[in-house]
């Protein structure tokens, strides 16, 4: 992973998927841009949840663990997607292995900024849709024969 100190390319990026319309950006929320290359893990199955991460560049898998040792691949994620948001909302560690399968850039928001902020409503309905889906592909994998 590669942090990009790039703050036109992010501002850039904020506005074309118009995460200025949610988040207030006069208060100068933390984000950050990182790069990933092909097959490079983003977030690692158990470990804590540092950021909720916006993908806006790229394709990354989403993989879970199943008892056999053998990971069940859950879904590709292509641009624009929210990841960590299960895992913010329910307060646990991170439920799936996420790994770039291209070359990737995603924002970061640390998780504790999230938490404390009050954001508009539109940023509650995004990550309250989102939530939605992955519980729905979360559910549907855990019917599936081991």
Known sequence: MKNIQDEKLLQTT????????IVDL???PPF???YYDANEVILHEGT???S???LVDG???VTSSVATGKSLLLRF???FSVIGDIELIRNVSVQSQIKAVEKSLLIGLPRDYVRKTRIRSPFSECVRFSY???FKVLTTSLLLPS
């Open 14 to 21: 904020l506005q074309k998927y118009e995460l200025d319309k």
């Open 26 to 28: 006069g208060k100068k």
């Open 32 to 34: 950050s841009l990182h």
């Open 48 to 50: 804590e949840l540092e």
């Open 52 to 54: 909720l991460l916006f």
């Open 59 to 61: 394709k990354v898998k």
């Open 77 to 79: 994620v292509q641009p």
């Open 132 to 134: 939605t889906w992955d």
